[in-house]
Structure formats: C-alpha cells, structure tokens
Nanobody
Framework: QVQLVESGGGLVQAGGSLRLSCAAS????????MGWFRQAPGKEREEREF???????????SYADSVKGRFAISRDSAKNTVYLQMNSLKPEDTAIYYC?????????????????WGQGTQVTVSS
C-alpha cells in the first residue's frame, strides 16, 4: 500500500503562484512514477485531467499543453515528496488537484495508469 497526502492548495489571484506538495508513505520503493491530475468545477472525478508527471528517478517529466511553461513538477526522493510549482495561474486552473502513484516503466497520461491516489487539495484562482 502507498499513502499519498497533498497539501499547499488555497486561494490565489490570477497571475499568482502556489506550490503543491504530495507526501508518499508506505511501499514507496515500488513507485515508478508520480502524477498530478485535476478535476475542474462541474466535472466528474472520472474526468480528471492529467497535469504533469515525473519518473520517481526524476529523469523524465511530462506536462499537459495547458500548463507547459507555467507549471513545474519535481521530487525530493529523500523526503518521498513530489511538488507541483504553479506560476502565472489563471482562473481556468481552478480545480481540485490530486497526486497519484504508478508502478510501471513510464509516466502514464491517463488515470488508469495509476494505482494510488491522494484525497486532493483545492486550488482556486480568482480573476
């Protein structure tokens, strides 16, 4: 089992920044990749959108086109923590942000590729 706990969400004005954290515990040695997804207002949980992903080794990253150049994913292996630095935030970034852990050989871009999920943290960007 892997437990994931997100933190760092909140209310920010458009153009501002937030840094989300995802702390992993349990069988972290089995994790191969971590991802961030988001669920926009009015969307079902099954419609979560891939935001960014990183191999646990930190070698490879992947981003959705909508966040490229604004968001950066990183990890601190000593702390078993993955971060999502979000800059130049827009109202359309408003969502519940979830982190997820995958066991495999690549960064899954879809929800089905992830085995464990956190509870989510709310990010609200005001205009």
């Amino acid at each position: 089992q892997v437990q994931l706990v997100e933190s760092g969400g909140g209310l920010v004005q458009a153009g501002g920044s937030l840094r989300l954290s995802c702390a992993a515990s349990g069988r972290t040695f089995s994790i191969s990749a971590m991802g961030w997804f988001r669920q926009a207002p009015g969307k079902e949980r099954e419609e979560r959108e891939f935001v960014a992903g990183i191999m646990w080794s930190g070698v490879n990253t992947s981003y959705a086109d909508s966040v490229k150049g604004r968001f950066a994913i990183s990890r601190d292996s000593a702390k078993n923590t993955v971060y999502l630095q979000m800059n130049s935030l827009k109202p359309e970034d408003t969502a519940i942000y979830y982190c997820a852990a995958a066991f495999g050989f690549h960064i899954p871009l879809g929800e089905a590729g992830y085995d464990y999920w956190g509870q989510g943290t709310q990010v609200t960007v005001s205009s």
